[in-house]
């Protein structure tokens, strides 16, 4: 027999609550524990104690029966309702007041609008400068094609890109890719100057020819670096089975070739033969 | 008059538990549909009784900081005093009886709530365990383990308070 359980069961051991197998368990326990008789004993005092309570003379219960009878056969009064609804009211009820609960929401709805388009401007603002840094790794031609349109030196694409003439050596030993050799090209065709160019992250190099006594400036700049025209259309065009692009502007032509290392653009006054000529002198080196 | 005798008990003065009585009887008529027929209606009116004494109990405390901050030891002077009178013996046997429903009904009141609602349920209003399960809403178990702290608690207030043996003889 646990010394808990008749412990627990002590009170209604003495009250005679319990079942008569559980008070023969209660009673060979108690003949084996002394705490737990002496436990008995206060709770029996407690007990005896607790029947000496009188009830005091009820002066008025006719009168406060009468009195609860009119709280409810008539309308409650103001304050009787209110306060029943009141304990209805849960504590968080009570806590929340509405006021300053709306005044909060709102607040957190501006606060998150206004980091809401921060993040959005962020955004375009990465985007932003995500676009110059792309354009600052290539090229754009589209200046220097404007330059020939306008009939005017080429002022602004040289502004933009550092500029140095060099010798095709020279040119060779500083560019990580191989070299156009223009050892298929026509005798009537000349080389006439390299010069290198440079922006933020790669190298090109700007052959300056004649062909015919027209000029034709052709690029060569490193593969997997942007190339831009401006504005003017680019078409694409199969010739002998190698893809290329080309804008036509008035007199000029622009000639764009990818090859495995390297880009190329040709620009100029060409005709068909001579491109077919640039691409293949290209193509074979 | 039940009602009433649990809310005295509990609450400790008549104009409380009369105050109490009405709110009882009010709750009750408002609340009649929550009453299930499963329990008996006077164990349910015990329960609401028993609900707003303690709620009662709970703000006047929240009220006055401290809850009737009595010293025992001049109450135990004046039992003392009491006993000790010559003239005790020729007090009116009124005042007398009186004066120990008043010494019962302050220790009474110093116990916890959820030890003295048991103690007023079985021992003064003589419920049985199982109506007073119902009243409180635990098991039998609970009223037993209860009522030992309860009675226990009792005879210790009221032997510090200077309460002679005689009272906790059974009769």
């Known amino acids: 027999m646990k010394h808990g359980f008749t412990q627990k069961n002590l009170s209604a051991y003495l009250d005679a609550e319990l079942s008569p197998d559980k008070v023969q368990k209660i009673e060979l326990h108690l003949q084996s524990c002394e705490s737990c008789l002496r436990e008995l004993q206060e709770i029996r005092s407690g007990k005896a104690v607790a029947t000496c309570f009188e009830n005091p003379d009820w002066q008025d219960t006719e009168a406060l029966w009468q009195n609860i009878q009119r709280l409810n056969i008539s309308t409650p009064e103001k304050g009787d309702v209110k306060n029943l609804e009141m304990k209805r009211t849960n504590l968080w009820q009570r806590l929340i007041h509405p006021r300053p609960a709306f005044a909060i929401a709102v607040l957190l709805i501006l606060f998150g609008i206004n980091l809401f388009s921060n993040l959005k401007q962020k955004k375009f603002q990465y985007q932003r400068v995500q676009l110059d840094q792309a354009l600052s790794y290539g090229f754009d031609y589209g200046l220097y094609l404007d330059a020939l349109v306008a009939g005017s030196p080429a002022i602004e694409f040289e502004r933009r890109y550092e500029s140095q003439q060099a010798s095709y050596e020279q040119a060779r030993s500083q560019t990580t890719f191989r070299l156009a050799s223009f050892t298929h090209m026509p005798k009537t065709f000349q080389l006439r100057e390299v010069r290198l160019l440079k922006n933020a992250c790669c190298r090109s190099v700007q052959f300056s020819c004649l062909e015919n006594s027209r000029e034709v400036i052709i690029f060569q700049q490193p593969q997997g670096h942007p190339v831009t025209f401006g504005n003017y259309p680019l078409e694409r065009i199969e010739l002998n089975g190698q893809m290329y692009h080309r804008i036509k502007t008035g007199k000029w032509t622009v000639l764009s070739l990818q090859l495995k290392e390297s880009q190329f653009m040709a620009i100029g006054e060409m005709n068909e033969s001579d491109i077919a000529a640039i691409i293949f002198a290209i193509t074979t080196i | ?171």
């Open chain 2, 1 to 171: 008059m039940r009602v009433m005798s649990t809310a005295y008990r509990m609450c400790g003065n008549i104009q409380e538990a009369e105050d109490v009585t009405q709110d009882v009887f009010l709750k009750a008529f408002k609340e009649i549909k929550k009453f299930r027929e499963a329990a008996s209606l006077f164990t349910w009116l015990y329960r609401i009784t028993i609900n707003l004494c303690i709620d009662k109990e709970r703000k006047r405390q929240r009220r006055q900081k401290y809850h009737e901050n009595v010293d025992v030891d001049s109450e135990r002077i004046t039992i003392e005093e009491a006993n000790s009178n010559e003239n005790t013996r020729t007090l009116d046997q009124q005042m007398w009886q009186d004066e120990i429903q008043s010494i019962l009904q302050k220790a009474l009141s110093r116990i916890k709530p959820k030890f003295r609602t048991v103690l007023v349920l079985k021992d003064i209003e003589g419920l049985s365990y199982e109506e007073a399960a119902q009243a409180v809403g635990c098991s039998q178990g609970t009223i037993s383990s209860r009522l030992n702290r309860g009675r226990k608690e009792l005879k210790t207030l009221l032997v510090k308070m200077g309460m002679g043996e005689e009272y906790f003889q059974e009769r």
